[in-house]
Structures are given as structure tokens and as C-alpha cells.
Nanobody
Framework: QVQLEESGGGLVQDGGSLRLSCAAS????????MGWFRQAPGKERDFVAQIVWSGGMTYYAASVKGRFTISKGNEENTIVLQMNSLKPEDTAVYYC????????WGQGTQVTVSS
């Protein structure tokens, strides 16, 4: 059974930084893509960032480009989202996903940015 374990959410002040991690386990992945979406209260779930495992190509939403960085973690099938210059509008539940032949989602981790 595939599991995605997220960590690193929390409360930070406007302009602060947080680091999210996500580890995928439970099977051998091929052509893996991993990334993050987020969902603010009353809004749809929106794309944040993505990394393609083979080759390391990264993609970002316009709203986070230049402030967030997605990268591979030190452990297998782990990604890190470094979030700098956080704004109150970044407040949301952040969901990790992994996709190859199927799509898997984590439970979500709360990020709150106070003004």
C-alpha cells in the first residue's frame, strides 16, 4: 500500500520560512512525478510545485515562483519544499502527491502565515 508521509507545516509570521517534506513508500515507482498542491479555506485545491524524478525538471505556480523551491530529499522518494518570503495568502493545507501509473495523495499539512 502506497503511503505519503508529510511533515513540516506550522505557524510562521509574514516574511518567514517553512520547509515541508514528503516521503513516498510502499512500492517501486517508475517515471515518478512528485509535488504539492494547496487548498485554502473555501477555495479549490491549486497546484504549487512539481518535480520530475528522471532529469529533475521542476515546475512552479506563478504565485510561488522565486519564493518556493522544490527538490529531492536525501532519502529515496522524498521531496522537500522550501518556502521563503511567506505571505498570509500562502495560508492553506498543503498536500503532497506522487504520480506514475497511478496517483497518490498525502493527508495534508497545515501552513499558516500570520500578518
Amino acid at each position: 500500500q502506497v503511503q505519503l508521509e508529510e511533515s513540516g507545516g506550522g505557524l510562521v509570521q509574514d516574511g518567514g520560512s517553512l520547509r515541508l517534506s514528503c516521503a513516498a513508500s510502499g512500492r517501486t515507482f517508475s517515471n515518478l512525478v512528485m509535488g504539492w498542491f494547496r487548498q485554502a479555506p473555501g477555495k479549490e485545491r491549486d497546484f504549487v510545485a512539481q518535480i520530475v524524478w528522471s532529469g529533475g525538471m521542476t515546475y512552479y505556480a506563478a504565485s510561488v515562483k522565486g519564493r518556493f523551491t522544490i527538490s529531492k530529499g536525501n532519502e529515496e522518494n522524498t521531496i522537500v519544499l522550501q518556502m521563503n518570503s511567506l505571505k498570509p495568502e500562502d495560508t492553506a493545507v498543503y498536500y503532497c502527491y506522487a504520480r506514475d501509473t497511478a496517483e497518490y495523495w498525502g493527508q495534508g499539512t497545515q501552513v499558516t502565515v500570520s500578518s
